[in-house]
């Protein structure tokens, strides 16, 4: 199935790095020649006005507020990348419930073959809009990391299959079939201190199933080296020139993944590259 219809969440503040990040992922949408529809929400809470004095420093703090004009701002940037892109989308923007803003764009996401999500590093409402996506969307979300959004390239022709042979981890593949028939290196990865028969045949096999589906593969494994395996894939990601890694998300529970950190946690947290994650 071929990547047509994109979907991009817009949440927060206008900042330098989320603009650019819209831009990147319109241009993404435009690369893979599908329509993008834009969903910008603000926060419907009620603010006590307040008297500022003009040279009351609290009162620059105030226009940084999330506000209608954020919004705005948003969306304009949104417009503008499109039609420079010469790409269909649609925008538009609401008032919501700060407690409903994740389980609505969940609900919106289900009506796209993928979302592009911009993620702001270790930000826990990010963290929890992603979280919903990917438990209440049932699509999957490419992640835009706004830290690293100057570096990121438009075209994914370098990409890493982050595999532990779980099954979250073949849904992950299975939805990034598209991504993987126009990349020009596909590289499947296990982090393991030991490279036993069963992981090889593993690896192996995944490879000869992408063959079947045009995509050459190349299959190998790399230590932890007493490091978490999210950081691992990072690292590895980042010495090797990956555009994107293709990754299944929670391979444990989500309690789990709370407390003990996790592979999933490390990586939304703060993503090396654009990361096409689904559960």
């Known amino acids: 199935m071929a990547i047509k219809d994109v979907f991009l969440p817009l949440v927060g503040q206008p900042r330098r790095p989320l603009l650019a990040a819209i831009e990147k992922?319109?241009?993404?949408?435009?690369?893979?020649?599908?329509?993008?529809?834009?969903?910008?929400?603000?926060?419907?809470v009620f603010v006590r006005p307040k008297v500022l004095l003009p040279d009351d420093p609290a009162a620059a703090e105030a226009t940084g507020l999330l506000g209608a004009g954020d919004m705005q701002l948003l969306l304009n940037a949104f417009t503008d990348a499109s039609s420079r892109a010469d790409i269909r989308a649609h925008g538009r923007s609401a008032k919501v419930p700060e407690d409903q803003i994740a389980s609505i764009l969940a609900e919106h996401a289900r009506f796209s073959d993928l979302t592009l999500l911009p993620v702001k590093p270790h930000d826990s409402r990010t963290e929890h809009i992603i979280e919903t996506l990917l438990f209440e969307s049932g699509r999957p979300l490419l992640l835009c990391p706004e830290q690293h959004v100057d570096e990121l390239r438009p075209e994914f022709e370098n990409v890493m299959i982050a595999w532990d042979h779980s099954a979250r981890a073949a849904r992950a593949v299975g939805d990034a079939l598209p991504v993987l028939r126009a990349a020009a290196s596909v590289r499947v990865v296990t982090v393991a201190d030991e490279k036993t028969d069963a992981i090889v045949q593993s690896g192996t096999a995944l490879v000869?199933?992408?063959?079947?589906?045009?995509?050459?593969?190349?299959?190998?494994?790399?230590?932890?080296?007493?490091?978490?395996?999210?950081?691992?894939?990072?690292?590895?990601?980042?010495?090797?020139?990956?555009?994107?890694?293709?990754?299944?998300?929670?391979?444990?529970?989500?309690?789990?993944?709370?407390?003990?950190?996790?592979?999933?946690?490390?990586?939304?947290?703060?993503?090396?590259?654009?990361?096409?994650?689904?559960?």
């Not at 980042?238 to 946690?265: F, P, Q």
């Open 25 to 44: 992922c319109v241009a993404v949408a435009a690369d893979l020649g599908a329509r993008i529809t834009a969903l910008a929400l603000e926060e419907d």
């Open 208 to 279: 000869d199933h992408l063959r079947e589906h045009g995509v050459h593969a190349s299959f190998e494994t790399t230590k932890c080296g007493g490091s978490s395996i999210g950081k691992v894939l990072g690292g590895w990601a980042n010495s090797h020139a990956i555009d994107a890694i293709v990754m299944g998300a929670y391979h444990h529970s989500r309690l789990n993944e709370i407390v003990w950190g996790g592979v999933t946690k490390t990586v939304i947290g703060q993503p090396p590259c654009w990361v096409m994650i689904s559960h």
